[in-house]
């Protein structure tokens, strides 16, 4: 048998502009057992040589026509989600990876390429999958065969496939026939910084009536259902107010504030300073904005889909209610807002739980297990 016991992991990812990524480099090295973390970054290699960034672009426009790609900010994900993409990410990932020399295991984040090489354990982490049936309302008229097709060659001969949430393993097993041996849940850690320890637990943070949203895709997660139910009960409590971050819908409102893009530094203040976050998703992968939020001390209303199954307790972090219901999600922010004590006690329970539960180091510890276990099934056979 071959000796794969490479000094090195490599880390292939498309850029650290993920904070998943980010956080990922400063952490998974620490339990390698010794072997030195690889990061083989792809964008910056493919948007260096202008004929693959002009193919990709031209693939963006074929796939996706002109109309998503004059939306603010689409065009690199435009790119991205297109089989030529695919394609070409994995062809860098695999001449730099060979490039280097043999590795003990590749670790990839995302299903946007394939970094398998030969007589190598390959481990994907990812936080959702194309067919997954929570994003069907939203992917269903950009759904791609080729993509779909190599999204299912990359998954089948993956040797595990650590997830972020319990429906993603649901997906992989329901929809592409993957062996529940070879999902594994490591969950996600918290982007924005938290200090537990100095979190403001007094009634008069709760009784300040102020509800955060942070979320850059407005539509999908839920941003319009928000302000209608805002707007709703306004007139019984005149002293709430709504600040909005990430997304900047065209609003003319005294009660709502309208930040658009701020900082990771600035998120974690608005959280320090807020009553209640409020996130009612159409269709969520993870949340990890909700993560966050419980970390602040905030009680947290989501939706019954996706991943917040994962990162709010109904009842005790927060409430979840139907996704498009602005009823239910009206009744939810009375419900909080009339009662500060209640926000008070969730948001206690809230920060002491996702301290525990979401926290990068465990996840990295974790994915480090899943690595070994790939390798030490592979060298085996």
């Known amino acids: 048998m071959t000796d794969h016991s490479g000094e090195r992991v490599v880390f292939a990812q498309l850029s650290n502009f993920s904070n998943t990524n980010a956080l990922l480099d400063r952490h ?31 693939a963006a426009l074929w796939y996706h026509g002109l109309g998503r790609l004059k939306e ?27 490039a280097q020399g043999p590795a003990y295991a590749v670790l990839q984040t ?69 062996g529940a041996d070879k999902v594994v849940t490591v969950l996600m850690g918290a982007n924005v910084p938290s200090d537990t320890g100095a979190t403001d637990l007094s009634l008069a943070r709760y009784a300040a009536r102020r509800i955060l949203f942070v979320g850059i895709d407005w539509p999908r997660k839920g941003g319009p259902d ?37 900082a990771p530094e600035r998120v974690a203040a608005l959280m320090d300073g807020c009553s209640i976050f409020c996130m009612p998703s159409r269709a969520e992968p993870f ?60 948001g206690r329970d809230a920060a002491e739980w996702a301290t525990r539960r979401f926290d990068w180091r465990s996840v990295s510890k974790h994915l480090a297990d899943v690595i070994d276990d790939a390798a030490h099934a592979r060298h085996a056979a």
Not at 237 to 251: C, T
């Open 287 to 346: 949340g990890i904005a909700t993560v966050e939020a419980a970390r602040h001390g905030l009680p947290s209303i989501g939706t019954t889909t996706g991943g917040f199954a994962d990162t709010v307790i109904d009842g005790r972090t927060g409430l979840l209610i139907p996704p498009g219901d602005v009823d239910a999600l009206e009744a939810a922010l009375t419900r909080l807002l009339a009662d500060p004590e209640l926000c008070r006690t969730m």
């Open 28 to 58: 998974l090295g620490q339990f390698l057992d010794g072997r030195r973390l690889d990061v083989v970054r792809i964008w910056p290699i493919f948007r260096r040589n202008p004929l693959w960034l002009a193919i990709g672009v031209i």
């Open 226 to 262: 928000l302000v209608a139910a805002f707007r709703r009960l306004a007139p019984r409590f005149p002293d709430a107010r709504l600040v909005i971050a990430g997304a900047s819908p065209p609003l003319d409102d005294p009660a709502i504030e309208v930040l658009g893009s701020v």
């Open 72 to 98: 603010r900010g689409a065009l690199i994900e435009a790119i991205i989600k297109t089989p030529i993409f695919f394609r070409l990410a994995s062809f860098i990932a695999r001449r730099k990876i060979a």
């Open 110 to 178: 995302q299903g946007l390429f394939d970094a398998g090489v030969p007589d190598t354990p390959l481990v994907v982490y990812t936080d959702d999958v194309i067919l997954n049936p929570v994003n069907a309302a939203y992917l269903t008229s950009e759904l791609l065969p080729g993509e779909i097709a190599l999204e299912r060659r990359l998954y089948a001969h993956a040797d595990r496939i650590a997830v972020a949430a319990t429906h993603v393993a649901r997906s992989l097993e329901a929809q592409y026939g993957i």
